[in-house]
């Protein structure tokens, strides 16, 4: 969705990280996605990333936490597949209240979905909530 928000926003985003862990070559992240020189959250993000089944040099964009994944995989010239899961219709919580910068109770929408290399290996597992419009 990386290339669609910045083709809507008109500017590159980059990630606010609000908690990471990482068990083994799994690493998990929940971000807001910003668009550079604004503090305005345009998603809310959720991932887990199987860092093996990239290049030493991508792993290492990811961990260094500032761009998201579609962006490095452009960059990375990274042939990928989205599959959606599933479309989400959800109410806001506490946190993602606090991501969204939202009060009170909203529904929202989203969508999970899954990166695919070209062996058919799943790079990320993502779930993607907009903020209203």
Same mark, same amino acid.
């Given at each position: 969705?990386?290339?669609?928000?910045?083709?809507?926003?008109?500017?590159?985003?980059?990630?606010?990280? +609000?908690?990471?862990?990482? =068990?083994?070559?799994?690493?998990?992240?929940?971000?807001?996605?910003? +668009?550079?020189?604004?503090?305005?959250?345009?998603?809310?993000?959720?991932?887990?990333?199987?860092?093996?089944?990239?290049?030493? @040099?991508? =792993?290492?964009?990811?961990?260094?936490?500032?761009?998201?994944?579609?962006?490095?995989?452009?960059? @990375?010239?990274?042939?990928?597949?989205? =599959?959606?899961?599933?479309?989400?219709?959800?109410?806001?919580?506490?946190?993602?209240?606090?991501?969204?910068?939202?009060?009170?109770?909203?529904?929202?929408?989203?969508?999970?979905?899954?990166?695919?290399?070209?062996?058919?290996?799943?790079?990320?597992?993502? +779930?993607?909530?907009?903020?209203?419009?």
């Amino acid at each position: 969705m990386t290339s669609t928000l910045e083709n809507f926003y008109d500017g590159r985003i980059r990630l606010q990280i +609000v908690g990471r862990d990482r =068990q083994g070559s799994d690493y998990f992240r929940e971000v807001a996605l910003l +668009v550079d020189g604004s503090r305005k959250p345009v998603e809310f993000g959720a991932i887990k990333i199987n860092l093996d089944l990239f290049s030493d @040099s991508a =792993q290492e964009t990811i961990l260094e936490e500032h761009w998201p994944l579609g962006r490095i995989l452009k960059e @990375s010239k990274i042939e990928f597949s989205s =599959q959606p899961r599933g479309f989400l219709r959800i109410a806001s919580d506490k946190l993602i209240n606090e991501v969204l910068h939202l009060t009170g109770a909203h529904l929202l929408f989203g969508r999970r979905n899954t990166l695919w290399n070209r062996a058919g290996q799943a790079l990320a597992e993502i +779930v993607e909530i907009l903020p209203p419009a």
